[in-house]
């Protein structure tokens, strides 16, 4: 989880370090900077899926169930 983490971190600050002109519709190097993010995010999406399905693998009863729930709760809100 350590690792998803800091690739999510790094993509959000090479995202926030690109400086264009957003309202310039002839510029389209925006667009292929948001694309690749996209791309990339959703690798991280992906890598979070499956950790979380792997974590329930071994869950056999309904207190074990929420104790990994928990676990993952401070993933379900992301910064702005």
């Given at each position: 989880?350590?690792?998803?983490?800091?690739?999510?971190?790094?993509?959000?600050?090479?995202?926030?370090?690109?400086?264009?002109q957003?309202?310039d519709?002839?510029?389209?190097?925006?667009?292929?900077?948001?694309?690749?993010?996209?791309?990339?995010?959703?690798?991280?999406?992906?890598?979070?899926?499956?950790?979380?399905?792997?974590?329930?693998?071994?869950v056999?009863?309904?207190?074990?169930?929420?104790?990994?729930?928990?676990?993952?709760?401070?993933?379900?809100?992301?910064?702005?």
């Open positions: 989880m350590l690792q998803i983490y800091l690739e999510y971190t790094k993509l959000l600050s090479k995202i926030s370090q690109v400086r264009h957003s309202l519709i002839k510029n389209e190097s925006l667009g292929s900077y948001f694309v690749q993010f996209r791309s990339e995010m959703h690798i991280i999406d992906t890598m979070i899926l499956s950790s979380i399905k792997s974590s329930f693998e071994g056999t009863n309904i207190k074990e169930m929420c104790e990994t729930l928990d676990t993952f709760y401070s993933m379900s809100e992301r910064s702005r």
